[in-house]
């Protein structure tokens, strides 16, 4: 039963003071409109209209639907409108996760441009290196850095994370560098104790990949704390390129077993519907695969020649 369909019959009916005009502004026969409005009054059980061979009028109680019934049908169409224009402007409130280093060095520079490009978005940042539900927590937008295992989210990929293996000039004027890297076992490396399987450095050369177990005097949590040790000097560590490679381009790190493959990980942009995306998730996608492709803010290591 399409009540609001009965109603707007109804209301074109009075409005255009007569069936057969009504018929014409809803593209229907006008008897399939008089068909709806006496399906409405015997749903109601009331007579609404008075009507002869050549004109209508209507009943008190006609006179009082009518009067609802015109505020409703603009209240729906109001409704209606702001909602399809959602549909076609970036507006609202853009609700993003994203990993605590990557956010706060990458994610979070970049958005004075994308917010003053798009005035009408407000965004609620989350940084957490857990990884969250983003249907269950109401997350429109994620960035993650690992292989992806589920394929109900639709990912858009962003790059890749190399891992660089570096250390402060301090730490190298008294220690030196490894040269293979077995030669990590005699040096002080800074420990990363979120997940074991991250203290196993894999390293691949001619086709043979080798895990070497490293161990040191300092651990922490957070990215953020072993790359701000690493600039201390206190060890040896494998750090994000996305957080090394400035560094190592203004000299306050310097790389070691460059020649050794280390582990990568890609980057991907990921939410949980393709179908009538919203456009504040859209844009965001396509500013952030801008300005991380092809070449990421924080540029190559080693760098690329210049032609």
Request: proline share 6%; charged share 20%.
């Amino acid at each position: 039963m399409d009540q609001s369909s009965e109603m707007a019959a109804f209301v074109a009916v009075v409005q255009e003071a007569g069936f057969s005009a009504a018929a014409r502004t809803l593209h229907l026969t006008p008897s399939a409109v008089s068909k709806q409005i006496s399906r409405l009054e015997d749903r109601l059980g009331v007579r609404l209209l008075n009507r002869t061979t050549r004109r209508f009028s209507m009943t008190d109680e006609g006179e009082a639907y009518y009067q609802r019934a015109v505020s409703i049908l603009a209240e729906i169409a109001e409704t209606e409108a702001m909602i399809s224009n959602r549909g076609g402007a970036p507006r609202g409130i853009l609700r993003v996760s994203c990993s605590t280093t990557f956010g706060r060095q990458q994610v979070v520079p970049l958005l004075p441009e994308f917010l003053g490009r798009y005035p009408d978005i407000s965004m609620q940042l989350s940084l957490s290196d857990t990884m969250v539900d983003l249907v269950q927590e109401g997350v429109d937008f994620a960035i993650r850095i690992a292989e992806l295992s589920d394929s109900t989210l639709v990912a858009r990929r962003l790059g890749i994370d190399r891992r660089i293996v570096c250390a402060a000039p301090s730490y190298v004027a008294k220690h030196g560098l490894p040269k293979v890297p077995e030669d990590l076992r005699d040096h002080n490396c800074l420990i990363l104790n979120t997940a074991q399987a991250i203290n196993d450095w894999e390293f691949s050369s001619n086709g043979e990949s080798r895990r070497i177990h490293i161990e040191g005097t300092f651990e922490a949590n957070s990215g953020i704390a072993v790359h701000a040790a690493t600039l201390a000097g206190l060890g040896i560590a494998q750090l994000a390129s996305y957080v090394a490679v400035p560094d190592l381009k203004a000299g306050r790190l310097i790389s070691c077993l460059d020649e050794f493959v280390v582990s990568q990980r890609p980057i991907y942009a990921i939410y949980p519907h393709r179908r009538h995306l919203s456009p504040k998730v859209r844009e965001f996608v396509n500013f952030l695969i801008d300005k991380f492709t092809p070449t990421p803010p924080w540029g190559h290591w080693p760098p690329e020649p210049e032609d």
